[in-house]
């Protein structure tokens, strides 16, 4: 049974910092890559950043570039969302979506809350 558990959210003020994790189970966790979507309330869940299977490739949504950092040890079967500089606007709920895409294999977490306050 695959799982994907988030942790590492809470309320912080802006301009704090927070480091979601993202650890998984029941799964080859170096054959997927790694994404974090967010949801506010009332408005669709939204992509944030992505990793691939060996962490040697990023990408991130414009709007946390230079804030946000992602990363994984395979090691541990475990990646990370480094959230540095926080606005009011991050506040959402946070998922973790492991994919292989060769295989239409796709895995989500269960979120976790991540609240900041101006």
């Known amino acids: 049974q695959v799982q994907l558990v988030e942790s590492g959210g809470g309320l912080v003020q802006a301009g704090g910092s927070l480091r979601l994790s993202c650890a998984a189970s029941?799964?080859?966790?170096?054959?997927?890559?790694i994404n974090w979507f967010r949801q506010a309330p009332g408005k669709e869940r939204e992509f944030v950043a992505t990793?691939?299977?060996?962490?040697?490739?990023?990408y991130y949504k414009d709007s946390v570039k230079g804030r946000f950092t992602m990363s994984r040890d395979n090691a541990k079967n475990t990646a990370y969302l480094q959230m540095n500089s926080l606005k009011p606007e991050d506040t959402a709920v946070y998922y973790c979506?492991?994919?292989?895409?060769?295989?239409?294999?796709?895995?989500w977490g269960q979120g976790t809350q991540v609240t900041v306050s101006s």
């Open positions: 979506n492991a994919e292989e895409s060769s295989r239409g294999l796709d895995y």
């Open positions: 029941g799964l080859t966790f170096s054959r997927y890559g």
């Open positions: 990793i691939n299977w060996s962490g040697g490739s990023t």
